[in-house]
């Protein structure tokens, strides 16, 4: 299909007099003259407005595993809407697709994760969890368990709830006060917070900050540790080996819930269906979203064990929570035929066996570079840590987080959608990514820190 004939200065113009985008910077939105307009897009690459193409690096927003322009999910989508565009959940009734995909989504986790509850984004997913887990406790006949340990730099959404149970501090100046209860440890970030220390015992000390908050505040009063498989919006921060199961174990010796957040991680990004399975824990609480529908339809959904739901079930009653949009049949089509797309193509198993060590390899390659400290990947997400000085974690004197977004920037220029974190170059490509194309995506950020090299030595000396 040709693409549409649109009046870009003119989108432009109304982007600056009447959308607020997320996560925006809004005088510079205006300043700029308004945001880059993407208009269309295909397999891994989008085009923008003025005719760029760019290999699409972050998959939209971590989600759009099957790549752009599935036919199939369009169809899904309408055809459903023919037959039933919506229905709610709220009075007894349920629609069939909707039935279904739980029944999917319990099969894909496995074990005694068999029940789902569904929302619309990662961040009601998150909202979904705080309340189920303080209200399981509270059945439970201990209502003091309403502690949820997180840790700092995590994110886990932009609702207040979501934000609260994040650590990230940009998000935390804005905006409180916030739910209270919520206690923050540190993250699994050996690049920064354990640089040089041996990777035991650096996993050690972060299962022990765990443990110690919950001797702190009480076990009596804690009731779930939440955590991402792999921290994505932190900045791609893989934990060390070891660190999950013993995080489990932590959890199971005071009785308390193990949450994974699995927005980023869920739907193959590891190389498993489930992040949680590649490191070998079995959460009581998952929170899904993004890969579900590969972006295609706004979806969430939350995986609850058995013993909690029998509670639940004993001696609940009514679970008064939910929204307008849970269970919508026509998100659940195109995430039932999404799911169907990537078990035919093996996405996950590619991903687990060509293209996640591919990625691994290649990446690697961009070692030898002065500004680079570190490169690291598990699946399809990476990361590449920008650095002052070699064979160290020195960010440029001064200027802590200005040097990641100048690299992004370069890779944007030639052609390659990332994005930066700090001083963190982050990428989480579509499941369906050629080795070809991921040796495109290196070269790109190579020549993109070529050229930002003399830049960040001038205006960040010393």
């Given at each position: 299909m040709p693409p549409r004939n649109y009046d870009i200065a003119e989108l432009r113009r109304l982007d600056v007099a009447h959308h607020l985008p997320a996560q925006a910077d809004y005088q510079l939105q205006r300043d700029s003259g308004g945001n880059r307009i993407i208009t269309r897009a295909d397999g891994c690459t989008i085009f923008d407005g003025d005719g760029n193409a760019i290999l699409d690096a972050m998959?939209?927003?971590?989600?759009?595993?099957?790549?752009?322009?599935?036919?199939?999910?369009?169809?899904?989508?309408?055809?459903?809407?023919?037959?039933?565009?919506?229905?709610?959940?709220?009075?007894?009734?349920?629609?069939?697709?909707?039935?279904?995909?739980?029944?999917?989504?319990?099969?894909?986790?496995?074990?005694?994760?068999?029940?789902?509850?569904?929302?619309?984004?990662?961040?009601?997913?998150?909202?979904?969890?705080?309340?189920?887990?303080?209200?399981?406790?509270?059945?439970?006949?201990?209502?003091?368990?309403?502690?949820?340990?997180?840790?700092?730099?995590?994110?886990?959404?932009?609702?207040?709830?979501?934000?609260?149970?994040?650590?990230?501090?940009?998000?935390?100046?804005?905006?409180?006060?916030?739910?209270?209860?919520?206690?923050?440890?540190?993250?699994?970030?050996?690049?920064?917070?354990?640089?040089?220390?041996?990777?035991?015992?650096?996993?050690?000390?972060?299962?022990?900050?765990?443990?110690?908050?919950?001797?702190?505040?009480?076990?009596?009063?804690?009731?779930?540790?939440?955590?991402?498989?792999?921290?994505?919006?932190?900045?791609?921060?893989i934990p060390p080996d070891g660190y999950w199961p013993a995080v489990e174990a932590v959890c199971r010796k005071y009785g308390i819930l193990l949450i994974c957040d699995e927005v980023i991680c869920g739907y193959g990004r590891l190389g498993q269906w489930f992040g949680f399975q590649h490191f070998g824990v079995k959460p009581d609480l998952v929170s899904m979203a993004k890969g579900l529908s590969s972006g295609y339809l706004p979806i969430s959904a939350v995986g609850v064990a058995d013993h909690i739901v029998e509670t639940l079930r004993e001696k609940g009653g009514d679970f008064v929570h939910g929204y307008t949009y849970s269970g919508h049949p026509t998100s659940a089509a195109?995430?039932?035929?999404?799911?169907?797309?990537?078990?035919?193509?093996?996405?996950?198993?590619?991903?687990?066996?060509?293209?996640?060590?591919?990625?691994?390899?290649?990446?690697?390659?961009?070692?030898?570079?002065?500004?680079?400290?570190?490169?690291?990947?598990?699946?399809?997400?990476?990361?590449?840590?920008?650095?002052?000085?070699?064979?160290t974690n020195q960010r440029f004197s001064g200027a802590p987080g200005k040097a990641g977004p100048i690299v992004r920037d370069l890779c944007i220029e030639n052609g390659l959608m990332v994005r930066a974190v700090r001083?963190?170059?982050?990428?989480?490509?579509?499941?369906?990514?050629?080795?070809?194309?991921?040796?495109?995506?290196?070269?790109?950020?190579?020549?993109?820190?070529?050229?930002?090299?003399?830049?960040?030595?001038v205006r960040f000396p010393g």
């Open positions: 998959a939209g927003l971590w989600c759009v595993q099957v790549g752009y322009g599935r036919k199939e999910l369009a169809e899904a989508a309408y055809e459903q809407m023919l037959e039933l565009p919506y229905y709610n959940t709220f009075f007894k009734t349920s629609a069939p697709t909707t039935i279904v995909l739980a029944a999917k989504v319990a099969s894909l986790l496995g074990g005694n994760l068999q029940h789902v509850f569904f929302n619309n984004s990662g961040s009601e997913a998150i909202d979904t969890i705080l309340r189920l887990a303080r209200y399981y406790w509270q059945v439970k006949g201990e209502p003091n368990r309403n502690i949820i340990i997180s840790r700092v730099n995590g994110y886990h959404g932009s609702t207040i709830a979501g934000a609260s149970l994040g650590g990230m501090k940009a998000m935390h100046d804005q905006g409180g006060p916030w739910v209270p209860g919520i206690e923050h440890v540190m993250q699994p970030y050996a690049f920064q917070e354990g640089f040089g220390e041996d990777p035991a015992t650096f996993c050690a000390r972060a299962v022990d900050a765990i443990e110690q908050r919950i001797l702190e505040v009480g076990p009596e009063n804690v009731a779930a540790f939440i955590g991402e498989p792999v921290q994505g919006a932190g900045g791609v921060i195109v995430a039932l035929k999404n799911l169907e797309i990537m078990e035919r193509e093996d996405l996950v198993g590619r991903v687990r066996e060509d293209t996640g060590p591919y990625l691994a390899k290649a990446l690697a390659g961009l070692s030898d570079h002065p500004l680079v400290g570190q490169t690291r990947s598990l699946g399809l997400i990476g990361a590449v840590e920008i650095v002052s000085e070699k064979g001083d963190t170059v982050v990428m989480s490509p579509p499941l369906i990514i050629s080795r070809d194309q991921i040796d495109q995506l290196v070269g790109i950020i190579r020549k993109a820190l070529d050229a930002a090299a003399p830049v960040l030595r």
